[in-house]
């Protein structure tokens, strides 16, 4: 089993920054695990924001390009994503998913919610 912790997120006006961390705990091994962002709006449907492989390959979403960046510690366990020039449509919940390589099994955290308004 893999529990994961999500802090960071809160209330920002539209250009500000935030830095949102999850961590990963239980029977988990760094080089077996991609870990990622993914976000769900209000009546939509939960999306891929960006997640980085176990050997640093990242992909983004095209709405998110420049402007988030994801970051991962594996010797801690933790993933990172650090968002600039926030929008209004950013506002989502984000959560935090890793996915064991070997088997598929996906693993989510709670959620963060994000606001980005004025």
């Known amino acids: 089993q893999v529990q994961l912790a999500e802090s960071g997120g809160g209330l920002v006006q539209p250009g500000g920054s935030l830095r949102l961390s999850c961590a990963a705990s239980?029977?988990?091994?760094?080089?077996?695990?991609?870990m990622g962002w993914y976000r769900q709006a209000p009546g939509k449907q939960r999306e891929l924001v960006a997640k980085?492989?176990?050997?640093?390959?990242?992909t983004y979403a095209d709405s998110v390009k420049d402007r988030f960046f994801i970051s991962r510690d594996n010797a801690k366990n933790m993933v990172y994503l650090q968002m600039n020039s926030l929008k209004p449509e950013d506002t989502a919940i984000y959560y935090c998913?890793?996915?064991?390589?070997?088997?598929?099994?996906?693993?989510w955290g709670q959620g963060t919610q994000v606001t980005v308004s004025s």
């Open positions: 980085m492989t176990s050997r640093g390959s990242t």
């Open positions: 239980g029977s988990i091994f760094s080089i077996f695990y991609d």
């Open positions: 998913n890793v996915r064991i390589v070997t088997t598929n099994v996906d693993y």
